[in-house]
Nanobody, 124 residues
Framework: VQLQASGGGLVQAGDSLRLSCGIS????????IGWFRQSPGKERDFVAV????????DYADSMKGRFAISRDSAKTTVHLQMNSLKPEDTAVYYC??????????????????WGQGTLVTVSS
């Protein structure tokens, strides 16, 4: 399985951005597709996750109400719509995939496959 993250860029506070994670290779309905982010000097943080079947979705508390994760099964792509962006959202955003139980959804170390990351910069 290979992942390709795209859609990052430089935006102003309050703007929106949509990230995409293109997935190639066999992916089963029980796979979790997660988004994580890492700012310079900080640990990698969980952002959002969706089960490929679409049955489960979850977000980090600070993203609830601002971010929305969705999947396009026809294009084998997962999107992360980010609204009302803040300077503290500045980070490299990574998508990851793995067959995982739902209870492990926020654990980056549990994901088997990772994309290369896309940089999001939010200016104030």
């Amino acid at each position: 399985v290979q992942l390709q993250a795209s859609g990052g860029g430089l935006v102003q506070a309050g703007d929106s951005l949509r990230l995409s994670c293109g997935i190639s290779g066999p992916i089963a309905s029980n796979y979790l597709i997660g988004w994580f982010r890492q700012s310079p000097g900080k640990e990698r943080d969980f952002v959002a996750v969706i089960r490929w079947s679409g049955s489960h979705i979850d977000y980090a508390d600070s993203m609830k109400g601002r971010f929305a994760i969705s999947r396009d099964s026809a294009k084998t792509t997962v999107h992360l719509q980010m609204n009302s962006l803040k300077p503290e959202d500045t980070a490299v955003y990574y998508c990851a995939a793995s067959p995982l139980i739902w209870g492990a959804r926020t654990r980056g170390d549990a994901y088997r496959y990772w994309g290369q990351g896309t940089l999001v910069t939010v200016s104030s």
